[in-house]
Nanobody, 122 residues
Framework: QVQLVESGGGLVQPGGSLRLSCAAS????????MGWYRQAPGKQRELVAT???????NYADSVKGRFTISRDNAKNTVYLQMNSLKPEDTAVYYC????????????????WGQGTQVTVSS
């Protein structure tokens, strides 16, 4: 079993910055893609950014140029640096990881964190 624990959310004023972290632990042989998603009240969960094990990145158009995803493979951790935050960035942010478990190298599973609230408001 794999656990993802997010941290770094909070309340910030428009134009401010936050850095989210997500650490994976448990029965992990390797982690392939990792990503951040968000869900605002009354809306569906949407992709924010993803990063592969080779550090190839992909961003939603709405966050390009403002958010940066990165990862530390040695720590099984993914980060999301969020700059120039806007009220419309307010949401619960979820971490996701596609991993190969150490007990079966022939399969890949996905796991989600519990979410961290980001509120952008003056």
């Amino acid at each position: 079993q794999v656990q993802l624990v997010e941290s770094g959310g909070g309340l910030v004023q428009p134009g401010g910055s936050l850095r989210l972290s997500c650490a994976a632990s448990g029965s992990i042989f390797s982690i392939n893609a990792m990503g951040w998603y968000r869900q605002a009240p009354g809306k569906q969960r949407e992709l924010v950014a993803t990063i592969t094990s080779g550090s190839n990145t992909n961003y939603a158009d709405s966050v390009k140029g403002r958010f940066t995803i990165s990862r530390d493979n040695a720590k099984n951790t993914v980060y999301l640096q969020m700059n120039s935050l806007k009220p419309e960035d307010t949401a619960v942010y979820y971490c996701n990881a596609d991993y190969v478990p150490d007990y079966d190298l022939t399969v890949e599973f996905g796991s989600w964190g519990q979410g961290t609230q980001v509120t952008v408001s003056s």
